[in-house]
Every structure is written in C-alpha cells, then in structure tokens.
C-alpha cells in the first residue's frame, strides 16, 4: 500500500465576510495515497477549485488540518508554508500565468534561481526540451500559442522536482486537440515521474483518466470513486 501524501482533518473555510460570507468547505475529510491521479469535479461554485488551492497551501483553513507528506501547513506560518510549496508542490492553472516580458527560459528558471535552486537555466533547459520546447525557449509568451504557453507552465511546474502536481482546469483555455495533449503530457510525467496528481476539471473524459474521482458537492465530498483497474499502479 502506498504511503499517505495528502491527510484532511475536517477541513472548514469560509470566504469573504458578513453578509457576503460563503461557507466554502464544510467539514472535509479526505486522504490521498503518493502516486495517485484524482480528478476533483463537480458544478460551478461547490468548493472544488477552493479545495484545490487548500491543497496547494494558497489558501488557509479557518479550522481543521491539512498534512502534506507529513508536514502540517495549517501549524505553519505563510512564510513557511510558502517555502514549503515551492519545494514540494507544482502547480499548472488555466491561464497559464507567465510572465510577458520573460522568455520561456526565463519563465521556468528566475523561479527556481529566486529560491537559491543550482544551476536553475540548466534545470529550465531540461524541462523545457522534457515538454517538446527545446527550440522555443527564447520565445516570449507572446509569440507562443496557447498550448505551448501551457507547456511552459508545466515545464517550470515541474522544474522543481515536485512530489505533488495540481492542476486546476489544465485544458481549459484549449482546443480540444490541443487540451487531449496537454492531458498526455501531464498523465505521462506524472507516470514517469511517480508523483501524485490532482486536477480539477469539468471535462468528464480528463476525470476518467485518474485513479480516482472525487465529487464537490456544496463544499462537501459527496462521492469518491476509485478506478478499480488502476489502483495496482500505486498498490
């Protein structure tokens, strides 16, 4: 049996204040195994994307706790969990979130050389050749399409050797060609590399893919249901 990655403890958050207050996540229980995929779904404002950003210590829970590879974040000040995200956790948005004046190189490596990693060009160099980029990695975002721009983003997702990817809505700015290969790319890294991914998605086809499907229902899981043919993988 694989070992814990992930443990949440009654996990309960709510945003924004008074009258505008939304009870976010309601009381969430969930346990992750190292090398699992789990597609987190469900409609519009359930809490999935929420629970996501919990996951990847960008948002803090107003009670109950949240264990990643058996550190406590919700123990740790921002600065710390801060640290710790950066080196353990990639993260892959919809938007892409590069920086325009930046080149692909630069995009993946001024990340890792802000947080003293050595030789962060070489590092930025080998992700991006490891993504189908090594010709472009003196382009600008600008000049790239929107699949390439996602490529970088995973490229400098993984540069840091994260033992955990999350991915929130990966393909969703996509074509559909475009979005299947972006999914093989995040499917095959996660399987080459042997770390544990979690996605977010309202494409059911993507959600298939994982291990596992967790369903948001209201900020509470209402299903979890395990892909029976896969669990040998992480077993």
């Known amino acids: 049996m694989a070992k814990t990655i992930i443990e949440l403890k009654r996990a309960d958050l709510t945003l924004g204040s008074a009258a505008a207050s939304v009870h976010v ?3 969430i229980d969930l346990t ?6 789990v597609g987190i779904v ?4 359930s809490g999935k994307s929420t629970l996501l950003m919990v996951l990847a210590g960008l948002e803090r829970l107003d009670s109950g706790e949240i264990n990643i590879s058996d550190t406590p974040l919700h123990a740790l000040s921002e600065d710390q969990v801060a640290d710790f995200r950066g080196r353990n956790i990639g ?3 919809q938007s892409f979130h590069l920086i325009a ?3 692909a190189l630069e995009n993946v490596a001024v990340p890792l050389e802000l947080a003293n990693v050595q030789n962060p060009f070489e590092i930025a160099r080998r992700e991006l050749k490891a993504v189908g980029l090594g010709d472009r990695l003196n382009h600008y975002p600008g000049q790239l399409s ?3 721009q996602q490529r970088v983003a ?3 997702a ?3 050797s994260p033992a955990l990817l999350i991915a929130d809505e990966p393909t969703g700015n996509l074509d559909a060609d475009t979005g299947r290969q972006i999914a093989d790319l995040l499917f095959s890294k996660q399987a080459e590399r042997g770390m544990t991914l979690l996605l977010v998605t309202h494409d059911a086809s993507l959600a298939r893919r994982c291990m596992r499907q967790i369903r948001v229902r209201s900020g509470q899981i209402e299903g979890d249901d395990a892909i029976v043919r896969n669990e040998a993988a992480i077993a």
């Open 25 to 27: 996540l309601k009381g």
């Open 101 to 103: 004046n930046m080149s």
């Open 146 to 148: 929107g699949g390439e």
């Open 158 to 160: 993984l540069a840091p």
């Open 154 to 156: 995973i490229a400098r």
């Open 32 to 37: 992750i195994r190292a090398g699992e995929s």
């Open 42 to 45: 469900g409609p519009s404002g």
């Open 91 to 93: 993260i892959v948005f």
